[in-house]
């Protein structure tokens, strides 16, 4: 039984920040454009040098990315953000074009396990969102736009339950065959634990490299950072989480957010691996933003942070 | 890397839920001895029969525990916890009488690998407080008093930072000796984390059974369940915790509450790991203390689950 695990671990971990995408997709008060251009560039300025910013989808359907063009067009002209990986999520093809349009290079498209979720989300099946993938895909190959892919519901879908992993491992291949750089695996709900994290990874690490895989929890059930701990353990080197743990209520189930970049941070530095944060300058970011949204963030490590900077020393 | 450490893991695990003493001691409004009773009772049917209870402390320093005695004696009169472990905390010979006055068979006794901690705490050395130990445990053994003992700061000090691993055998070695059943290594500051819990097992299992060892984690940096993760992986099958994470305001540094009860609750049934725990019960036994209390649980497992409760389905 007894093991040391943490004896031969990788020396750094890559951290995409998604606060200004899924993060704020899923807060109810609209923050301006001037707002979001300043916590992306705060968050830049923490070290966070992969950063989904906005999406390209129907104004009418999504109303706090509306102004997806209008910030590319402000990011796209900041010199300090010219090395950053600047995120766009990109459903279709128009939004592929509306996105070109507007400059950009790196975008992140998603499909999920499940049929039913694809339904109520996009209104597509897993087949139809993969035909729209490859048709905005050829478009973004031949413009030189590197692909994410995300990839939801892997733990569980709030409709079917626990979704096939051989439907996970055909999306996945299909993914790679188009050419996403990485593909994200989703724990939509919060609802995944360290056990089925393992399982999940062990499976897919028989067709793909662990440097293919990165993994995206929310903190819904308070497991998160345990199966971010767990998938590090497993060799996976990519997380995915949002500044002050931003998005959806954390009253309503269902709609938890990401798990926080700073608890990330946190665990990674108390490990003595590297994420390329400076946590002083992550946590005035995550102030701003929760100021901003007048409210709480979702980090424990956050709140002692904050409170030991506020504390007389 | 990869390797799935869920395969050959034990079956069960004992939870000692402290939330009526170390909870409750750290919070600032003072619980009626009938709620007390009652918060107790509540969680003896949710499935927990390991509870701290009270402590026999002068009422002067911490009065939330003046009433043991009178607790004590409703206790032992209430036939549902004939069978149920109702420990108290005993700090000197005083203590003990007083304890064994009222009626109880089961104790905890406590020091902390730092000078410096112990002297503040309780005005005492390391030296010292092992001497009020072996004088209180003479009284205790002689009447065949279970006693189990508590060791702070194992994992980091307010006043020294980390202590050392030799200090920590030491009195782990005096504690065996003198007769406890199990020790508890306490994270009092919640500074933890996973690469060091694993060092430290690790290091007290060259003279030490796993199963004399029992982890007890405060949860104010976020990492005490990833912390319970790995302890259970490194095969230690007792943990602490308090029923909605009681304990501590979440503002203030080092005072945060244990982890949550319900937050081992999820991690091991998630993991298929019996607790005894039934869920229903638990929540409820949280829902009346924070009621009582007013305030928020510090478990989002627990917020999530009465989340789904009030949702209409």
């Given amino acids: 039984m007894l093991s040391n695990s943490f004896l031969n671990l990788p020396k750094k971990v890559r951290i995409v920040e998604v606060g200004p995408r899924d993060g704020l997709q899923n807060e109810k008060s609209i923050v301006s454009l001037e707002n979001k251009l300043k916590f992306i560039k705060l968050l830049n300025l923490s070290g966070l040098h992969e950063i989904e910013a906005t999406s390209f989808v129907r104004a009418q359907k999504i109303p706090q990315m509306s102004d997806g063009g209008e910030l590319f067009n402000l990011l ?12 766009s999520l990109v459903p279709n093809l128009i939004g592929m074009e509306a996105a070109l349009n507007a400059g950009v290079r790196d975008i ?27 048709e905005l895909m050829a478009l973004a190959n031949a413009n030189k736009i590197s692909t994410r892919g995300y990839i939801s519901t892997v ?11 051989d439907q996970l491992k055909k999306i996945a291949d299909q993914l790679l065959e188009l050419g996403v750089y990485e593909i994200s695996l989703g724990d939509t709900i919060g609802i995944a634990n360290p056990k089925q994290v393992a399982e999940v990874i062990e499976f897919l690490s028989k067709d793909f490299k662990l440097d293919f ?28 989480s949002s500044a002050g743990g931003l998005g959806g209520c954390p009253y309503a189930l269902g709609a ?6 700073e608890d990330l941070y946190y665990l990674f530095d108390s490990l003595g691996i590297e994420t390329g944060i400076d946590i002083e300058k992550l946590s005035a970011a995550s102030s701003f933003i929760l100021k901003v949204l007048n409210r709480e963030g979702q980090s424990k490590f956050l709140k002692a942070y904050l409170s030991s900077k506020s504390s007389p020393s």
């Avoid at 796209?76 to 995120?87: A, P």
């Avoid at 733990?155 to 992993?165: A, I, M, N, Q, V």
């Fill in 108 to 134: 992140a498209v998603f499909t999920s396990t499940s049929n039913s979720f694809n339904k109520k989300n996009i209104n597509a099946s897993i087949d139809e969102s993969m035909l729209r993938i490859k």
């Fill in 155 to 165: 733990f569980g879908c709030p409709y079917e339950g626990k979704t096939s992993l």
């Fill in 76 to 87: 796209k002209k900041d010199s300090d953000l010219l090395t950053t990986r600047l995120i």
């Fill in 213 to 240: 895989l990165s993994m995206h929890f929310h903190d819904t059930r308070g497991l998160a950072v345990a199966n971010v701990l767990t998938s590090f353990e497993m060799g996976i080197t990519s997380f995915d």
């Fill in 256 to 261: 938890s957010g990401n798990v926080a970049t």
